[in-house]
């Protein structure tokens, strides 16, 4: 049980901790990698440790627990970030794995590389900042981010065995370190007792964990920041360890379900491991060519896993061969023999797109030539090597294929790794549990289920899985890891059991279920001309933004002067208030503009939010930066709350004002960043016709084991009778069944049981439930929103036909607050929708219900229903 962390998810639970993240740490990362939910997470709890926690231990240790491939390392440039602004200027990274080091290098300290996680030009407040490798402290830049990057060993072996320049103990004397430990797990040899030990953990007592520990304990101001996906809390001592130290756990079972993985499969074939490796390079090409056909860059990475180098050394010479020699023939040889769906598709795919075999085999020999494969076994490969499989994402990094033993099981990120080949056939399992190799095998399995970030569209999310509800969607091969292995059923048993243990797949399998579209819509006339109207994204233009009030930023801020004052108190005794009073202060408010014109301008140079380009763009009408200093509309309106004493209010020095007026516009920047759309939703709303639109699917659904309602189950099969229904007799309802919630089944019912009241005025009465079909965006920010139901009524008259659309979105109790937005859209559609196209004899009108839930809501839902569509006479209130 962690204290530490129980105590932090309350906090969170109770909205306890910020939710603002700092300038520092969202100007100061790469704009290209945002940071998720779950990233600001687990820094908001680091930034209340740091600066808020009663009592904190020091020096401070803190892990975070999160999974591979959640982006551990973006979280820890962001502490560094925070960190330099605290104080701190050196910091150690340490890991066991050379590769990991040369790796993190890239990420800290190569801003022309894809994977560089700082901002091109860094600044903290008014210092301009560079991030800097050094050996030693010693003579440290103390306006720079220095880090010390070194493995474990190296750190022992530098501080116990002194050489000139090299690192010693005496680098820590009166210097305030920050330890970062990556796959912190291998530091705990000395906390796990002896019987748990292994040989090589028991030689390390002396050396990895006694190094690092003296260090930390040097300084009561050091922090150590451990980062693992594997800290081994089932192990009693390890556990108790870290009782108070667990910051933040993010399994990755978690990563998994909230869709930032890929979706892993077995794949047995009972064929040679060449003919299996070769079906894999064909899935491979595949996979290339649904992205490109999708105007995605993407070139797919296959991993050949061998068991001992001689063995995979020896196997790729024959690949080379088959390669080179690769015919028609030998490709018809797999075709013929194909027995997976994957496989099926694939070849399907070519002769779709009329890619002979002939051509196909000539792609695959270029693609896949010698050049463009790379074998990596050892820890004394080359540079070169070492810099090509880190960098395998790189538009000019050509390799397809990657030979390996074990050299990748720890600290390889790549995203782009699609098929994992396993060429030996062995098993290690023993009294029912996997071994080693397996469990081995089902990390380097995590490690490829990194999510392949694209996205067709802006308002799709770019890093999150988009078809676990659209299974045909010839993209859902760009979500999807394929192991391939021999026909061994017992091992892929274990290797399964391997898998759910770590999180990487579910308890349970997924049901696949399969929804219909039935023959009697298809058949009518709505199938026919039925039409659903949309609105779209559009680039905020901020053609509407005159000033800062229409960017939603605040007029007023806060700021406190640092006082400077000290005192000796003796703490074992009475105290008296007097005795524990600081200086008196009080506050005084100043207009931004009082600080100086230039003073103001010198500030504005040194926050890069602020350069003239980038004001445009949040402020098209804005003329220049003395038109921002000087105008009532822009800084002219800012005021700010200055707390100090009466001897420093009575005369700001110029370093005072200075400081006032960094804190001020770097909050401003924060507040314009926040407050400004990048998209809005149109208000215009375009026809799709419905034949085009609506489709068959098949969903990919996690069902509780004996689970009778809820997701997954559906309305013919849940054994709750308030939610039962066979809407395959149904004619109003456009699929063959509901496998939704049960607000969702409950919304279906409701609207049964007034069909016969509906019939009496309209016709053509269709409730679609809308699965990934379509998109509306917020009108105020872009946000999507796919309504779970639209409702189609077409009302009875003699002259023109009015069409109404009413979308309805059912929301569980627990989502009402956290949904509000979209509740708010969906009601301002009747009034701010637009059509503008014209359909002889047709009108139509769109409508967006509240929010649908049995027990809160339906009430408000009824009464908004029954007064749109049986009470109310809705021809006239027709959009035109």
């Known amino acids: 049980m962690s204290i530490l962390k129980e105590e932090l998810d309350a906090l969170s639970k109770y909205g306890v ?141 530098s501080l116990n065995t002194p050489r000139e320049n090299a690192l010693t103990y005496d680098d820590f004397e009166d210097k305030e370190i920050v330890l970062i430990s990556d796959e912190a797990h291998h530091i705990n040899a000395f906390t796990k007792s ?89 899935v491979s090409q595949y996979r290339r060519k649904v992205a490109e056909s999708n105007k995605l860059r993407l070139k797919p990475v296959v991993l050949m896993k061998s068991r001992i180098i001689r063995e995979s050394e020896e196997f790729e010479r024959i690949f080379d061969q088959a390669i080179t020699g690769l015919t028609e023939a030998t490709l018809q040889k797999l075709k013929t023999a194909a027995s997976t769906p994957i496989v099926q598709r694939a070849f399907a795919y070519f002769e779709d797109q009329d890619i002979s075999l002939e051509n196909l085999a000539q792609e695959i020999q270029v693609e896949f030539a010698p050049e463009k494969c790379l074998s990596v076994n050892s820890k004394s490969e080359s540079e070169e090597k070492q810099l090509l499989v880190n960098s395998l994402e790189d538009p000019d990094n050509e390799i397809r294929v990657v030979f390996v033993v074990n050299m990748l099981n720890e600290g390889w990120d790549v995203l782009n790794l699609f098929d994992i080949v396993r060429l030996y056939d062995t098993r290690d399992a023993a009294g029912g549990r996997p071994g080693k190799t397996t469990i081995a095998e089902a990390q380097l399995i995590g490690r490829g289920a990194r999510y392949f970030p694209f996205q067709l569209t ?81 680039r905020n233009d901020n053609a509407a933004v005159f000033g800062l009030q229409d960017a939603l930023t605040p007029p007023r801020y806060n700021y406190t002067l640092r006082t400077g004052y000290m005192t000796e108190t003796a703490i074992l005794g009475d105290l008296k208030v007097e005795d524990i009073v600081g200086e008196e202060t009080r506050t005084v408010t100043y207009a931004l503009k009082d600080l100086g014109r230039h003073l103001l301008r010198a500030a504005l140079a040194r926050l890069n939010f602020y350069r003239f380009d980038n004001l445009k763009t949040y402020f098209p009408h804005l003329s220049s930066i003395t038109d921002f200093l000087t105008s009532q509309h822009y800084l002219a309106q800012i005021e700010v709350d200055v707390t100090g004493t009466p001897a420093q209010l009575a005369s700001l020095s110029t370093q005072a004002r200075l400081s006032i007026a960094l804190d001020v516009l770097g909050k401003l920047a924060t507040a314009i ?74 919304l279906v019912k409701f609207i049964q049981n007034q069909i016969d009241t509906l019939r009496d005025r309209y016709t053509d009465i269709y409730l679609l439930r809308n699965q990934k079909l379509f998109q509306l965006y917020n009108f105020a920010d872009g946000r999507a929103i796919e309504p779970d139901f639209v409702l189609f009524l077409t009302e009875k008259t003699t002259g023109k ?80």
């Open 17 to 157: 901790l910020k939710t603002e993240m700092p300038e520092v740490i969202t100007g100061g990362l790469n704009p290209a990698f945002p940071l998720r939910d779950y990233q600001k997470e687990a820094l908001f709890r680091f930034i209340f440790y740091v600066t808020d926690y009663q009592e904190p231990i020091k020096p401070t240790q803190l892990l975070f627990h999160m999974a591979t491939g959640s982006g551990k390392t973006l979280i820890m440039a962001a502490a560094i970030l925070y960190l330099y602004q605290q104080g701190y200027r050196n910091f150690i990274f340490f890991v066991n794995s050379t590769n990991i080091i040369e790796k993190t290098k890239v990420n800290f300290l190569s801003p022309q590389s894809s994977k560089y996680l700082f901002a091109p030009a860094l600044s903290v407040g008014a210092q301009r900042v560079s991030v800097q490798p050094v050996d030693n402290f010693q003579a440290a830049n103390p306006h720079d981010i220095n880090i010390l990057f070194t493995t474990i060993q190296g750190l022992h072996s």
């Open 194 to 282: 002896k019987s748990k030990r292994s040989k090589t953990e028991a030689e390390n007592i002396n050396t990895w964990e006694a190094t690092v520990n003296r260090i930390f304990l040097a300084n009561a101001e050091n922090l150590l920041l451990e980062f693992t996906a594997t800290a081994e809390l089932s192990h009693p001592a390890v556990a108790q360890k870290y009782r108070d130290k667990i910051l933040y756990q993010y399994s990755l079972k978690e990563f998994r379900v909230d869709g930032f993985s890929k979706e892993v499969k077995a794949l047995q074939a009972d064929l040679p491991p060449l003919d299996r490796a070769l079906q894999t390079i064909v």
């Open 458 to 538: 802006p308002e799709q999310e770019r890093y999150k899985r988009k078809y676990d509800e659209d299974l045909d969607n010839e993209l859902r091969v760009l979500e999807e890891l394929y192991y391939h292995s021999a026909h061994n059923p017992r091992y892929i048993q274990e290797l399964h059991q391997a898998l759910r243990e770590t999180g990487i797949i579910p308890d349970h399998t997924p049901r696949q279920l399969r929804l219909t579209v039935k023959d009697s819509f298809k058949g009518s006339s709505f199938w026919e001309n039925g039409l659903i109207f949309v609105n779209e994204p559009v």
């Open 673 to 746: 960043k926040s407050g400004t759309a990048t998209y809005i939703g149109t208000k215009e709303f375009s026809p799709k016709a419905i034949q085009h639109c609506v489709k068959d699917k098949t969903l990919n659904v996690y069902v509780k084991p004996n689970a009778q309602t809820g997701p997954g189950i559906g309305m013919r099969q849940t054994t709750d009778t308030r939610l039962h229904a066979d809407l395959r007799a149904e004619d109003w309802y456009v699929y063959d069944e509901n496998f939704g919630t049960s607000e969702e089944k409950a």
């Open 801 to 880: 036909s009015l069409v109404c659309q009413l979308f309805i979105e059912p929301k569980g109790e627990h989502l009402i607050a956290h949904d509000q937005w979209k509740e708010d859209f969906l009601k301002q559609v009747e009034a701010e929708h637009r059509i503008t196209v014209v359909f002889q004899n047709r009108d139509f009108k769109l409508v967006g219900l509240p929010f649908y839930n049995e027990q809160l809501k339906k009430r408000e839902f009824r009464q908004k229903f029954e007064t749109l569509l049986i009470r109310s006479d809705t021809k006239d209130q027709a959009a035109h």
